[in-house]
């Protein structure tokens, strides 16, 4: 354990401090709140991962948007092997010709979101982005397009800021690298 914080050590190691996630979030925040300026835009949380970044994200925003959330699952433990999502808890608000930008808190091998985005589509939203605060390019399965991003990450699993390891650590203010032993 160290001293400073308690969270950090033994399975634990800070790869991207508090204060590196807050100046992206405000980055993105503005990037987002520009780019949809006189458009009616919808920002979809996926559940439970993306919580804590959309409200952080949201409150940089300096546009009039709506927020709705959509919680999907894998049928699979191993969804690496099967690939089969499905929608756990849909959204309450129509999205047809709206300007949608789904926020996620890690796209990993990408098919929770290639589902997502393959069942929003076919709801004919106006047009449909992606914003995610973590990136792992290296454990793609499925290619899906990512508009905003918050940081890349090489191929380690990861916890804090509404990531989770068995439901523990997603209220941490920064993102850190967790041994799972
Ligand atoms: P996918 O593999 O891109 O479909 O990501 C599925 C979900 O797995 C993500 O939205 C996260 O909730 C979770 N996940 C993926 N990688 C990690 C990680 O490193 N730590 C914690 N959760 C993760
Ligand atoms: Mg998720």
């Known amino acids: 354990m160290n001293e400073q914080n308690p969270y950090n050590g033994n399975q634990l190691k800070i790869i991207i401090t508090q204060e590196q996630v807050e100046e992206k979030i405000a980055e993105l925040g503005k990037r987002i709140s520009n780019d949809y300026a006189g458009k009616e835009l919808i920002m979809i949380g996926v559940l439970r991962g993306s919580t804590y970044f959309m409200v952080d994200l949201t409150r ?80 793609r399965i499925v290619e899906v397009p990512v508009d905003y991003k918050g940081f890349d990450l090489s191929n380690i699993f990861v916890v804090g800021y509404g990531l989770d390891y068995n439901e523990k650590y997603r209220n941490l203010q920064f993102i850190a690298e967790f041994d799972r032993l």
């Open 60 to 139: 940089k925003m300096h546009v009039p948007f709506a927020i709705d959330f959509i919680s999907v699952s894998h049928y699979s433990e191993q969804a690496d092997s099967t690939g089969v999502v499905r929608i756990t808890k849909d959204l309450d608000l129509s999205i047809t010709d709206k300007h949608v930008l789904i926020v996620e808190d890690i796209v990993d091998t990408g098919l929770s979101l290639g589902y997502l985005l393959r069942n929003l589509k076919t709801r004919n939203p106006a047009d449909l982005k992606v914003c995610t605060l973590l990136n792992v390019e290296a454990r």
